[in-house]
């Protein structure tokens, strides 16, 4: 019956979310609702019995996803103190039962087991990756002593049972959206329902995930012919992937497997959605911006009038600002930011109600939003004029005041811990310094620099507070500096346990003598 194969197929996802689901057959339903009662009194026992009698029911009618739903379940019975590990119970048991199912219902059990593994390794990984790995018969070892190795070998084994089920996933009416009906999460309903409908490609993308979660660069054989990875689709498929057993090639010929699937279908939005996370697995690996840009934008001219390639060209300008933030003094990527932005105005003209429309006007936000840093030396020189280096983006003046403060106030500042009571107090002392400056106007949004020349101050301590706004504290954008003005230096060495102090002039490196030095334990 079509609602008896949603059900079982949906406990594969979330067992607790099918408890409170009806079976038009009435024993079925009888049964399982008296075993919903027995688990919600926390009568693990009893429950554990109802599920026995479940099991020898649909054993006696050949009913394969009632079966396979008793099997699930023992998830949560098999969570009692006898258990030491109650996931490896579940798998010993189900691993036991596999032989009972046909091909669907035994990839769905397959994949579950792997899953169940994989909850346990990265909830215990800490621990299993100081273990040596076994390799005697598993069976009678407790899971906690197992190796890295040994849950890798397991994990794959059962992703192999289920992915060589292919040919029966592809050919079973049970769908995505059949197995996630009653599932709360509106949004995970959409992204599977959409891109992943049928049986056979939740499965594989699952698997997917974990081997792409699995994968590290440093796997990476140089005589591998990684440019084969970034093929068009069509070419991709045909692609000769190395033999071997590595997560990443494990991943790349599940994507192959989808895509080839895709290509023979008609829906263009599977495709691409199986294509762009293809590209962006083979990125995060292989970090080749330029081969990952190309590749963005090919799917952009291949599918341009297809709603899903406004989130691709807004996956585009958004490498295209990364990489010139990680390059930003290379001339190379000087017009990134302009392309960028007029990749993301071109998206939104065209595609005005797409849903990624936010994170591509967030993406123009970042690339105009001004910015400026500012360093200079904490000690000046008196009566000469202050350098100041100033880094700036999208900025056309900046506004900035010095203060004088005594040492009190400045350890008073220095221990007030609140921005706003900090700038509050700072406001209460004489500014002898107030002035603005005005920058060159840029139109690439790239970041600038230029030597400022503040006006020469006498001898004391100072703050300076610069902002791109003028006579406000409010404002994200407001930078202090503290920094003190003084003609003399000092150098210290130790010798046999002694201190040496030398005071100099701090302009011409000459000593200094007769000067009073006061020494604080900080």
């Given at each position: 019956m079509k609602t008896k194969k949603f059900f079982i197929v949906f406990m594969t996802i979330s067992v607790f979310a099918l408890l409170a689901f009806k079976s038009p057959e009435t024993d079925y339903d009888k049964l399982w609702a008296s075993f919903a009662q027995k688990m919600g009194q926390s009568l693990f026992r009893t429950a554990e019995a109802e599920l026995d009698s479940i099991e020898a029911l649909a054993l006696s009618e050949n009913n394969q996803l009632q079966l396979l739903k008793t099997i699930l379940y023992r998830q949560e019975t098999m969570k009692k103190p006898e258990n030491e590990i109650p996931d490896q119970a579940f798998i010993q048991y189900a691993e036991s039962k596999i032989d009972l199912f046909d091909s669907v219902t035994a990839a769905i059990l397959h994949e579950e087991i792997a899953d169940v593994y994989q909850t346990y390794y990265q909830s215990n990984s800490w621990k299993i990756r100081n273990n040596v790995a076994i390799d005697d018969d598993l069976g009678d070892v407790s899971m906690k002593y197992w190796g890295e190795r040994n849950f890798r070998e397991r994990i794959d084994w059962h992703y192999s049972e289920a992915l060589n089920l292919s040919d029966a996933l592809k050919s079973s009416t049970i769908t995505t959206k059949y197995c996630l009906q009653f599932f709360q999460s509106s949004n995970v309903i959409n992204q599977y329902v959409e891109y992943e409908p049928t049986l056979f490609e939740f499965i594989f993308h699952r698997a997917a995930n974990y081997y792409q979660n699995a994968s590290s660069a440093d796997d990476l054989d140089k005589t591998w012919n990684t440019s084969?990875?970034?093929?068009?689709?069509?070419?991709?498929?045909?692609?000769?992937?190395?033999?071997?057993?590595?997560?990443?090639?494990?991943?790349?010929?599940?994507?192959?497997?989808?895509?080839?699937?895709?290509?023979?279908?008609?829906?263009?939005?599977?495709?691409?959605?199986?294509?762009?996370?293809?590209?962006?697995?083979?990125?995060?690996?292989?970090?080749?911006?330029?081969?990952?840009?190309?590749?963005?934008?090919?799917?952009?001219?291949?599918?341009?009038?297809?709603?899903?390639?406004?989130?691709?060209?807004?996956?585009?300008?958004?490498?295209?600002?990364?990489?010139?933030?990680?390059?930003?003094?290379?001339?190379l990527y000087f017009n990134n930011l302009l392309e960028a932005k007029e990749l993301c105005h071109k998206t939104i003209a065209k595609f005005p109600h797409a849903e990624n429309v936010e994170k591509t006007m967030k993406l123009i936000d970042h690339i105009v939003e001004p910015d400026y840093k500012l360093l200079l030396n904490d000690v000046q020189l008196p009566n000469e004029n202050i350098p100041v280096a100033l880094n700036y983006r999208n900025v056309n003046r900046l506004y900035y005041k010095i203060f004088k403060v005594n040492e009190e106030v400045l350890s008073d500042l220095d221990h007030t811990r609140n921005k706003t009571q900090y700038l509050k107090k700072l406001m209460q002392q004489p500014v002898v310094v107030e002035n603005k400056v005005i920058l060159p106007k840029e139109t690439d949004y790239r970041w600038h620099s230029t030597l400022l020349a503040l006006p020469p101050l006498e001898n004391g301590l100072y703050i300076i507070l610069t902002n791109l706004e003028n006579n406000t504290i409010d404002s994200e954008k407001l930078i202090t500096i503290q920094f003190q003005v003084s003609g003399l230096s000092y150098l210290t060495s130790a010798d046999d346990g002694k201190i040496t102090l030398r005071t100099l002039d701090r302009k011409t490196g000459k000593p200094i003598e007769n000067v009073e030095v006061s020494i604080y334990s900080l």
């Open positions: 084969l990875w970034w093929m068009p689709a069509n070419e991709f498929v045909e692609a000769q992937l190395p033999e071997s057993d590595s997560p990443m090639i494990r991943c790349l010929s599940i994507y192959q497997e989808l895509i080839r699937y895709n290509l023979q279908n008609t829906d263009d939005n599977i495709l691409i959605y199986n294509d762009y996370k293809r590209y962006q697995y083979i990125n995060g690996l292989l970090g080749d911006d330029k081969k990952y840009q190309e590749a963005l934008l090919q799917m952009i001219n291949q599918h341009g009038d297809n709603p899903l390639s406004s989130e691709i060209a807004t996956e585009l300008a958004n490498s295209l600002v990364s990489q010139y933030e990680r390059h930003s003094d290379d001339s």
